[in-house]
């Protein structure tokens, strides 16, 4: 009898999880490469992690991305952990070796800044400061990706400013924090505005702040992609800026475990868009 071909699985691991985008992304990919194989959501409790994912490899799985709450909790179980996953202290793409062993990386700092690049072509890192908003997870992965592009000077800001403080401590002296109620003053001096925070997406608070300081000069990205355009980027292209919304951070992202688990890169195409929005 002839043996079948495994079919490879991966998956998105979170809690919640009903809300994630991925499986729509995937899904296009592997119908549009003709390639067998599935990517699914998985709802894992904190408590139920680590159990999960050391009987995954056995279950056929190559690999799985992780969301909130185990993307820190991944990376201290993970046999090898890539530098820029390290230094972003999460871990969002996990492969699984043949012999059981737990690759961990981020693409996060890769996904947010092939989204500028690829919808912002004329942005130059090096041409002055990037104002970034929040002091979280997404803002660390944020901050890695502006600094190692060459970005040469960030001014941060957080609601909580303490937070802003401690991860201004990870990155040395380009990292510049001011209150949050100084925002409005700072956001003239950005080449590049980012918003990393959830103010703005729906079901959460607005983002209230005086914005009139935007201009044409700027290119402006919002993390947030529910909605699509965020009161943050309508005001900004208002005011002439190139905007940049936070879909394309989400697929690009995605690119990476792709090719590692299914072994085609996908690439990231206006249906790529439309069938993630479907």
């Given at each position: ?29 592997l119908?549009s ?25 056995g279950?056929?799985f ?14 201290e ?42 919808n912002?072509?004329?942005?130059r ?5 990037a ?9 660390r ?28 401590q ?95 890169t ?13």
């Amino acid at each position: 009898m002839t043996e079948l071909a495994k079919i490879p699985l991966a998956g998105v691991m979170g809690h919640p999880v009903a809300h994630s985008k991925s499986p729509q992304l995937f899904r296009h990919w592997l119908d549009s490469n003709g390639l067998a194989g599935h990517y699914v959501p998985l709802h894992v409790s904190p408590d139920a992690f680590e159990t999960t994912l050391r009987a995954m490899p056995g279950m056929g799985f190559v690999g799985a991305n992780v969301t909130i709450p185990h993307k820190q909790r991944a990376m201290e179980l993970a046999d090898h952990v890539t530098e820029r996953a390290t230094r972003i202290g999460a871990a969002n793409t996990l492969t699984f070796q043949q012999n059981g062993e737990i690759h961990a990386d981020n693409t996060d700092g890769f996904g947010f800044l092939e989204n500028l690049r690829q919808n912002a072509p004329h942005w130059r890192p090096e041409g002055g400061a990037a104002v970034v908003l929040g002091a979280g997870g997404a803002a660390r992965a944020v901050l890695v990706s502006l600094l190692d592009a060459g970005v040469p000077r960030i001014i941060l800001a957080n609601r909580t400013r303490s937070r802003a403080d401690d991860l201004a401590q990870s990155f040395g002296p380009a990292i510049e924090v001011i209150d949050w109620a100084d925002l409005a003053e700072a956001l003239p001096e950005g080449v590049s505005v980012i918003n990393t925070t959830s103010l703005g997406m729906s079901g959460k608070a607005p983002l209230t702040l005086d914005l009139s300081g935007l201009h044409k000069d700027q290119v402006v990205t919002d993390l947030v992609y529910s909605p699509l355009e965020t009161d943050l980027l309508r005001a900004a292209s208002k005011a002439g800026c190139h905007t940049v919304d936070g879909l394309g951070m989400l697929l690009y992202q995605a690119v990476p475990g792709f090719e590692r688990w299914f072994g085609v890169t996908p690439v990231v195409t206006p249906q790529t868009r439309k069938a993630v929005l479907a």
